[in-house]
Every structure is written in structure tokens, then in C-alpha cells.
């Protein structure tokens, strides 16, 4: 069975930082594009960062970028979301994604082109 486990939300200050980590199994991790995307209460699940594979740049969003920052071990099986200069509109839970499919600019923030999801981890950033 595919799993995908998130981790490392918490509460934290305006400004801090946090690493959410994303740890993979049973799938071939090389294989997959991976993918951030968030959900804040009474809102949509947005797409945070998506890269299709380690010879391309990241896609992020107009918010994520130069503040969040997405990169991955290959060693480790685990991908991971750095959060830095975090404000209360970051608060939200997050999710990792992954997909079979190469992502490219105009798809890779929509849910749909994701095939696995990691359960979500609480973000909260108090002002």
C-alpha cells in the first residue's frame, strides 16, 4: 500500500519558521511527482509547491513564493516543506501529495492531478 505520512505542524509564532516533512512508502519515490497544498477553515485546499522531478524547478504559488521553500531525500523516502517568515493567514492543514504524472505550470496546483495524499498536518500561526 502507498502511504504518505505528514508531519511537523505546530503552533508558532508571526515570522517563525517550520519544516513539514513528508515521509513515503510503497512507491517508487524517484517515479513521483510530489506536491504541498493547504486548506484553511471554510476554504478551498490550495496547492503550495509541486515539482515534478529533481531537475526542475519547483512550482509555487504567489503566496509560497520566497518564503516556503520544497525539497526532498531521495535516501530518505521523505519530502519536505520549509516555513519561513510565517504569517496567521499561513494557518491552515497541510497536505502532501503525490503523482504518477509529470506536473507541468497550468496543472500542477489542482487536486486532481495528485493520486496519493498524506493525511494533513495543523499549521497554526498566532499574530
Known amino acids: 500500500d502507498v502511504q504518505l505520512q505528514a508531519s511537523g505542524g505546530g503552533l508558532v509564532q508571526t515570522g517563525g519558521s517550520l519544516r513539514l516533512s513528508c515521509a513515503v512508502s510503497?512507491?517508487?519515490?524517484?517515479?513521483?511527482?510530489i506536491g504541498w497544498f493547504r486548506q484553511a477553515p471554510g476554504k478551498e485546499r490550495e496547492g503550495i509547491c509541486g515539482?515534478?522531478?529533481?531537475?526542475?524547478?519547483?512550482y509555487c504559488s504567489k503566496s509560497a513564493k520566497g518564503r516556503f521553500t520544497l525539497s526532498k531525500d531521495n535516501a530518505a523516502n521523505t519530502f519536505f516543506l520549509q516555513l519561513d517568515n510565517l504569517k496567521p493567514e499561513d494557518t491552515a492543514v497541510y497536505y502532501c501529495?503525490?503523482?504518477?504524472?509529470?506536473?507541468?505550470?497550468?496543472?500542477?496546483?489542482?487536486?486532481?492531478?495528485?493520486?496519493?495524499w498524506g493525511q494533513g498536518t495543523l499549521v497554526t500561526v498566532s499574530s
Open positions: 501529495a503525490a503523482s504518477r504524472y509529470g506536473l507541468i505550470a497550468s496543472t500542477w496546483s489542482q487536486r486532481a492531478q495528485y493520486d496519493y
Open positions: 510503497g512507491l517508487l519515490f524517484d517515479d513521483y511527482a
Open positions: 515539482r515534478r522531478d529533481d531537475y526542475r524547478v519547483p
